[in-house]
């Protein structure tokens, strides 16, 4: 991924920074003192998960209003990053659509949290989509082990014919196991494992 720009706001002394172009091989920041330079490096930095936001990082006089806001609803880093050809062959089995998206928006807020959308070369921004993982495998296996488990439970009834009255309830528990609602499906499996670029 090359980063390509940016967008800063409500981070220390800056508002409002929008349309950063990062050049390719080099950008020069070019100011006076106290101008900010350092400022807008920090926020860039600031974008790294292990970055934790403080309430001093932000505008000292729009921290009356930001307070009454919700953490996750305020921005303060925004950065675009262009697809390399080596990231849209690592990409194409989890992202069927990668081949319409021209960047990549992600936006940190001030809670930590991020949001990312894809951009396409039309400026159009969506969520970014993943493609369920392929789980056939593993659910095969729990179905082997199931079925091996009812092998198990069925010759101990016949040894033990104390267990027989619980048979029933044995085999209740190993039918919701491997009821088609819970094996063949993956669904809702990327609300409980969310990924990251």
């Not at 000292?60 to 062959?89: G, M, Q, Y």
């Not at 619980?166 to 969310?194: V, W």
């Amino acid at each position: 991924m090359k980063l390509k720009s940016a967008h800063i706001c409500n981070f220390r002394s800056i508002v409002d920074i929008d349309n950063i172009d990062l050049e390719e091989r080099l950008t020069v920041l070019i100011g006076k003192n106290e101008q900010g330079k350092t400022t807008l490096l920090k926020a860039l930095a600031s974008f790294d998960p292990n970055y934790s936001y403080v309430a001093s990082d932000l505008p000292n006089h729009l921290s009356t209003t930001l307070n009454e806001r919700p953490k996750a609803e305020i921005p303060i880093v925004t950065l675009w990053f262009l697809p390399t050809f080596e990231d849209h062959h690592k990409l194409k089995d989890i992202l069927p659509d990668i081949g319409s998206i021209d960047t990549f928006k992600i936006t940190k807020y001030f809670d930590g949290h991020y949001m990312y959308n894809s951009v396409g070369s039309d400026g159009t921004e969506a969520p970014i989509r993943f493609a369920p993982p392929d789980i056939s495998k593993q659910v095969e296996a729990i179905a082997h082990a199931v079925e091996a488990l009812r092998g198990k439970l069925s010759a101990h009834t016949t040894r033990q014919p104390s267990f027989a009255p619980n048979k029933a309830q044995a085999d209740s528990q190993l039918d919701a196991r491997s009821g088609p609602t819970r094996l063949d499906s993956s669904e809702g499996f990327l609300r409980c494992n969310p990924c990251g670029l």
